[in-house]
């Protein structure tokens, strides 16, 4: 898995990555999958959905999560993400890439935020 591959690049810039995993996967194919692959970073399974829905990666439509990623700030709030990465087998690097690219401007913005507003 190339997001594994790729933690060390999180840690770096002092993010950590978790995993969100909800319906209508299994709380088991999610651990099974985590294991096959060594993932090492936290998976959070969200049965109920309320996490998925209050970070914007919901589909109402299809009832499941869209393959997306959300970016929390130091004060909780998803300052970036994005609903839908592309899923094709040569798309993870360049996904991976444009979380780290939101990464450093969420980071830079909160860098010249000032203490008293953040």
Same mark, same amino acid.
């Given at each position: ?38 993932? =090492? ?7 109920? =959905? ?54 450093? =401007? ?13």
């Amino acid at each position: 898995m190339e997001l594994q591959g790729r933690q060390g690049d999180f840690q770096a810039r002092g993010a950590a990555l978790l995993a969100l995993g909800s319906r209508p996967e299994s709380i088991d194919t999610a651990k099974a999958k985590a294991s096959t692959h060594g993932v =090492t970073y936290p998976i959070l399974y969200d049965d109920q =959905t309320s996490a998925t829905r209050q970070v914007g990666l919901w589909s109402n439509q299809m009832e499941m999560p869209f393959m997306g990623y959300v970016i929390i700030d130091k004060s909780g709030r998803v300052a970036a993400g994005d609903q839908v990465l592309s899923e094709a087998s040569d798309a993870a690097p360049a996904n991976i890439n444009r979380m780290l690219a939101d990464l450093a =401007t969420v980071q830079a913005g909160e860098a010249g935020t000032p203490e008293s507003t953040r």
